[in-house]
């Protein structure tokens, strides 16, 4: 073999191995991005979502093992003081008495390391309160004005994400309480903006989809496929030199994933419990009308809770109620009747043809 020949398969050889080397690196670089792309938009969401379901039972739990070791500690601390103090009025060596002295004061200083815990943990809870509650008003205060910008949106969904977040990790019941009073404060006031009015006739209405287009002028177009259409981006070409500088690229349609957490933040928590329903009802008749109960504050109330609990008014019409759940139509001529003279009437129909089933 010449010495020529020998030089190229010493060239093909060193190819072959750049070559291979250059494959491998690529498959690498590869397997890295699916890898990436897995855990970023498929695996990290999925333990997001876990955590969030387990953060909240992992806290309580934690917080609940802590006050029981501190009330075991608490007690044991007792029991060995009591102990100490009965053990002296026996003859016990010094080295008895030491053995029991530093166990009550190796007690007594868990006791001190717990106790000092649960205050730092308090104090944590505190300012978790505050952030959650400064993350709700930011984010009721981007929407206060009923802006339909996509970027303030994604940002105020963000708060209502992060102040859910925080409150999960609220153990204790008072902050906890705290949080949902201020959720709830913060839910109306959103409702409120959320919602329309017709300056007309008053009516409420939801705010119309052609809204979330991002479109300014969303109240002048007639429906969402016209909105759609103002709202789609257009491609438009600049000229770049050192004094023209283009414009940057803005979305107009609002971030799906932003509204729905937002109208997800509307909806009551699946704990929540209507106080409202516990309160007990008044007890009011025709016969206590002129009782002391009827001439203070109250008066105007303690009527209408009779008067709807009496009357039904549907579709502008006004039916009293009878009995088995039957409707008696009042005319209107018959307004200025006491409730009284509406039963007697009621009782001396003799169609049938007046009472609504």
């Known amino acids: 073999m010449t010495f020529g020949e020998r030089w190229q398969k010493i060239c093909a050889l060193r190819q072959r191995k750049r070559n291979f080397a250059l494959w491998l690196k690529q498959y690498i670089r590869n397997k890295r991005e699916k890898w990436s792309y897995q855990y970023t938009f498929e695996l990290k969401p999925k333990l997001i979502r876990f955590w969030g379901k387990c953060v909240r039972p992992y806290c309580l739990a934690k917080w609940w093992c802590f006050i029981i070791l501190e009330k075991a500690l608490a007690i044991t601390t007792i029991i060995i003081f009591i102990y100490a103090l009965l053990s002296l009025r026996i003859n016990l060596s010094g080295l008895e008495i030491a053995k029991h002295a530093f166990i009550l004061t190796a007690f ?63 153990v204790m019941p008072e902050y906890m309480r705290a949080y949902k009073a201020e959720a709830a404060k913060a839910r ?11 300056p007309v006739s008053g009516e409420e ?30 491609c438009k070409s600049y000229s770049i030199n050192l004094k023209n500088v283009p414009p940057l690229m803005s979305m107009h349609q609002l971030d799906a994933q932003s509204v729905m957490v937002v109208y997800d933040f509307l909806e009551f928590p699946q704990d929540y419990v209507d106080r409202l329903r516990s309160v007990k009802k008044w007890h009011i008749t025709q016969s206590n009308f002129d009782s002391k109960d009827f001439v203070n504050l109250s008066s105007g109330a303690r009527r209408y809770i009779r008067h709807s609990d009496v009357y039904f008014a549907r579709s502008g019409k006004l039916f009293m109620r009878g009995e088995n759940g039957k409707l008696f139509e009042i005319d209107a001529k018959d307004d200025d009747l006491s409730e009284i003279d509406h039963q007697n009437k009621m009782a001396g129909s003799a169609s049938d043809s007046e009472l609504i089933k």
């Open 108 to 170: 007594g200083l868990a006791f001190t390391l717990v106790r000092n815990y649960r205050n730092k943990e308090s104090g944590k809870s505190e300012k978790q309160l505050e952030l959650a509650k400064s993350h709700l008003n930011h984010a009721v205060e981007l929407l206060l004005d009923r802006n339909n910008d996509c970027g303030t949106w994604i940002y105020a969904a963000n708060n209502f994400l992060d102040a859910g977040d925080i409150a999960k990790r609220l």
């Open 188 to 198: 109306h006031k959103l409702s409120e903006i959320l919602i329309i009015k017709d």
């Open 205 to 234: 209405k939801p705010l119309p989809p052609q809204f979330f287009y991002g479109i300014k002028n969303w109240t002048e177009v007639s429906g969402p496929d016209q909105a759609a259409r103002k709202g789609s981006l257009h």
